[in-house]
């Protein structure tokens, strides 16, 4: 039957050797395609990784496609060759492979991120997304170092963990973005963002915990700065899919990768650091100075280590003036929000992992105001500014404490041992000549109950007043700690004094 003129199909020609169908020169460049949704360039470096070492990666999410450049043809050939024979997995999808008409990947721009674009330079800005453990320089350095060492690295904790990596050229800073980005430093956890940064030159001025200068050019970081207990160091091959501490690990970590695996003293079911990796325990000098082994409070989120706790049971007369002078003799606090939802949950963003655990640890379970407080530790790494509408009394429900001259964990600034709710609270620095009456006085202002007893220190050309003050139970200390900790103590001659108070182990003794 004959087909009306315009509507003949092509016939159909067979491939053979003389007349070869899409015939492609071989190439170092692959062209992948079927990539499955969710792919990162570190996930298609790992499924590569067997046939030979990959140069450049640009991921073309939108048509699901995929550019793979290999140092050497022989690793594209052999790719090609297994993917004709077995399928090569991305994700659970298969994805298929060939030649691509390119020599070579064009690096003048890539594709950093969902979000836009940045021309290709010699650093990168990494983020740290879920850091369960302390991530520093000589962590990143150890990442990155089998793509290219870094050169400076500097660490900013502004809006949770991130760093700035500069490399010696623009070629290693491409490799550790094609291998690392999307990878986990360690396992399920501490997943690297990577993106071309902005700057072109880092200055680093000291070597310390927070930038670091690799080059020689300055001296050696001070034996005073140098931690006391190193912290487990990641494994430095993200692309092996069986590496600990990556997707797919199937074993344990190897000597000098330690995971950290027993529990902080005092701190049931957080892991603790290694002693390059081996697993110890805390050894700074003076831990038990503090109480709970503190080692002296280190600066905002140096650790790197989830900071932010959740607190449940909150009654609407609390603010974040409330929730700060309850939460601060456990470590410094930098952000306090109400949230909207659920009612009476609030969000607690500590200057450290150890403040956090401390507030976890003590006031889980603390009655306050008739209601059960419960404590946990949150999954966010950081509380986002902003502007939240404000609580029903009008005050904030979101406030920054980070620069606060209250919090008592500063350098130079006076401590006491964090203990766990008690009926009776250490007061100090209460203004000179106080009496049990001005005592009660500043209590009942700020709406505390009445203490049972009041003891005032006797101390010869003592500045301030301190002394203890017992409490029928410790529901009563707690909501008093919450509502008069840090109330002005005026005097007639007009000096002003802040009276602060914590929880204390000890016992007043009625004469």
Known sequence: MEQPEGDLKRPRVEETEANPLHHTEPSRVLHVRGVADGTESADLATAVAQFGPVSYIVMMPKQRQALVEFQELSAAQECV?????????????????????????????????????????????????????????????????????????????????????????????????????????????????????????????????????????????????????????????????????????????????????????????????????????????????????????????????????????????????????????????????????????????????????????????????GSRLTASASRASHIADGRPPPLPDGSPSQMDFADSMLNRFRAGAVRHQPARPARVLHFYNAAPGSTVEKICQVLGECGASQPELVKLFQKDAAKTDSGLIQFPTPTLAAEALALANHASMCLESGGVYTFKMCFSSQTIVSS
Do not use: W
Not at 141 to 154: K, L
Not at 307 to 318: D, E, F, H
């Open 81 to 369: 060759a297994y993917a004709t024979t077995k399928p090569i997995m991305l994700r659970g999808r298969q994805a298929y492979f060939n030649f691509s008409k390119s020599q070579e990947i064009k690096r003048t721009v890539v594709q950093a991120s969902a979000s836009g674009t940045e021309p290709a330079n010699k650093i990168l800005l990494f983020t740290v997304l879920n850091p369960l453990y302390p991530i520093s320089p000589d962590v990143i350095h150890t990442v990155c170092a089998p793509h290219g060492a870094p050169a400076r690295i500097v660490m900013v904790r502004k809006n949770g963990v991130q760093a700035l990596v500069e490399f010696e050229d623009v070629a290693a800073a491409q490799r550790a973005l094609v291998n690392l980005n999307g990878a986990d430093v360690y396992a399920n956890c501490c997943t690297l963002k990577i993106e071309f940064a902005k700057c072109d030159r880092l200055n680093v001025r000291v070597n310390s915990e927070e930038t670091r200068d690799y080059t020689g050019a300055l001296p050696p970081m001070a034996p005073s700065m140098a931690p006391a207990v190193a912290p487990p160091m990641p494994h430095a091959d993200p692309q092996a899919a069986s590496a600990p501490g990556y997707p797919g690990a199937a074993q344990p970590y190897p000597v000098g990768y330690g995971a950290p695996a027993a529990p902080y003293p005092g701190y049931p079911g957080y892991p603790q650091y290694g002693v390059r990796g081996y697993g110890g325990q805390y050894g700074y000098p003076g831990a038990d100075q503090y109480g709970m082994g503190y080692p002296g409070y280190p600066a905002a989120a140096a650790d790197g280590r989830p900071a932010v706790v959740m607190l449940y049971g909150v009654v609407p007369r609390l603010t974040c003036h409330h929730i700060f002078n309850l939460v601060c003799p456990y470590g410094n606090v930098d952000k306090v929000k109400f949230l909207a939802k659920p009612p009476g949950s609030v969000m607690v963003q500590m200057a450290d992992s150890l403040g956090a655990h401390a507030v976890v640890e003590n006031l889980n379970g603390l009655d306050l105001f």
